[in-house]
């Protein structure tokens, strides 16, 4: 038998809402408009650089060597003497077509892999043998909607991962740049969240998007575009779907993947395409007034 609710009930609840907490009226002009904080500029130190022709897509290290990427060659050098001690290389236009970075855990080079430029655009993580180079393992994640894999990296045990939308014709017709993003997955690779780029930085990576990404020792994500001799820095937004650039680093390398040194230090390796180069950075602190307390947190 369904309830009645007696017009007294009614219109009691009627003289509840119209009480002296609802009796000042909301206008829409009176509520204040968002505003964006200028991110903070810093400059990175060079320390020191090593010849490598692979050095074209991205790069990795470890306590004793540094790895130069392009597509579907890796080269491992000697972090002492610069001396290349290994090198894989996979077929053209075969199983590995566009590995575009790497980074080092424990024994394992692990590389984020996709089918760029063909579209649609598929990925996969390839596992290498940080010593030999011989590869050791594949996960493929197949056709995904996200986008082409470009980094990825540990976030407790599970993963944070940018994906890539382009302009050009290496795109999909119907998305833009600004369809890129970074996501979360648990240890099996099922996504469990995600969010947008900032508009700024979606500007400034146009036509291509974040090349390289990996979280820092101080818990914040950083981001490289394609071209740009800058470093972006992001946090988590305390609420809604979009990341907050928080700070801008210039840096002598022409964009593309990176890695942070193994020793917890901030220690980062990056690469000058036109150089063939692999770099060493020291990066700056970010000042803690940069977090914009109350609306940005670190991932970790």
Same mark, same amino acid.
């Given at each position: ?22 009796? *000042? ?31 074209? *897509? ?27 001690? *290994? ?168 964009? *593309? ?44």
């Amino acid at each position: 038998m369904r309830k009645r609710i007696h017009l007294a009930a009614l219109a009691a609840m009627a003289s509840t809402l119209s009480g002296p907490a609802f009796a *000042q009226k909301l206008r829409y002009e009176d509520i204040p408009v968002y505003e964006t904080v200028e991110p903070v500029r810093l400059e990175a130190e060079l320390l020191n650089r090593w010849d490598a022709p692979e050095a074209r *897509q991205g790069t990795a290290a470890d306590e004793e060597a540094v790895y130069a990427i392009v597509n579907h060659v890796i080269g491992r050098y000697d972090r002492e003497t610069g001396a290349l001690e *290994q090198r894989w290389i996979g077929s053209r236009k075969g199983l590995i077509r566009h590995i575009n970075s790497c980074f080092v855990e424990n024994d394992n080079l692990v590389c984020a892999n996709s089918n760029h430029p063909e579209v649609p655009m598929a990925s996969s993580i390839e596992v290498f043998d940080k010593h030999t180079l011989k590869h050791r393992a594949s996960h493929s994640l197949g056709l995904m909607d996200e986008g082409s894999l470009v980094w990825f990296d540990r976030l407790g045990d599970s993963w944070v991962a940018g994906f890539a939308h382009y302009n050009d014709e290496t795109g999909l017709p119907y998305k833009t740049n600004a369809y890129a993003g970074v996501y979360t997955f648990d240890s099996d690779w099922r996504k469990t969240g995600g969010w947008m780029l900032p508009n700024a930085l979606v500007d400034l990576m146009a036509p291509q998007a974040a090349s390289g990404g990996e979280i820092g020792p101080d818990g914040l994500l950083y981001l490289m575009g394609h071209d740009r001799t800058e470093m972006y820095v992001v946090a988590k937004p305390v609420m809604g779907p979009k990341l907050i650039h928080i700070a801008t680093i210039d840096i002598e390398a022409e964009g *593309q993947a990176f890695a942070f040194d193994t020793d917890g230090s901030r220690k980062v390796f990056a690469i000058s395409r036109p150089n063939g180069e692999i770099r060493e950075f020291k990066l700056p602190a970010i000042p803690e007034d940069a977090l914009k307390a109350g609306e940005a947190t670190r991932f970790r």
